[in-house]
C-alpha cells in the first residue's frame, strides 16, 4: 500500500514530527502554559485553512473518496466550535496573525489545492496520520493535559485516518514530496509553540 509505504521510507520525518519535545513535554507535564496556548491558538487558525483545503478536495474528489472528505470536514467545523469553547475558558483570543510555521503551512495548503486529487488526498492523510501518532505518543498526557489528548486520540479519529488511507490508496502513487513537506511542516508547527512564550509563561 502506497500510504503504509511512505511511513516505513521516511521513517525518520515521521519521528521527528511526532516524538517532538513539545510532545514529551505535554505527557510529562513540563509543558509551559504559554506554550501550549501559543499552540492552541495557532492551530484553531491551522484547522481554519485546513478547513478551506478540505471543502476544494472534496469538490474535486472522485466519487469513492466523498464520504470520507465529507465527513471530515464536518468534523473540522466540530473541531473550530471546540477550540472556540477552550479559548473561553482558557481566556484567549483567537483573532491574531498567524505566527510563520502557520502561515508556510497555510502556503503548502494552498499549494496543495493546485496539485493533483491523488498527491493532495495523500497529503492530507499524511496530515491527520502524523496528527494521530503525535498525539498518541503524548498519551496519557499530565493530568491537565489528559482531556485534550483524549481528544486527538479517539477511535473514531483513528478509523477517520484510516479511511483516508483507504481513499489515498484507491488513486495509487507514492507522492513521497508532498508527505515529506506535510511532516516537516508539522515539526515546525510543534517548534513554533516552544520557541514562543509571548502569550505569558506559566
Ligand atoms: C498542525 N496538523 C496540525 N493541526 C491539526 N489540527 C492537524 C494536523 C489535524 O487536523
Redesign the pocket.
Known sequence: MPTSDLIRDHAGAWERATRHPFLLAVRDGSIRTGAFDTWLV??AR??AD?LRFQARLLARAPRPAQAVLAAGAVA?VE?LAWFEELAGRRGLDLDVPRLPATAA?AELLDRLDAAEVPAALTALWA??R???A?WTAAAPGAPEYAGYVAH?TTSGFAGYVDGLAAAADALGGRHDAVVLEVLD??TA??DMAMGDGSLGAA
Do not use: P, T
Request: charged share 20%.
Open positions: 495557532q492551530d491551522y484547522v485546513l473540522l473541531e503551512y496530515i491527520e502524523v496528527y494521530l503525535a486527538w511542516a508539522e508547527f510543534w
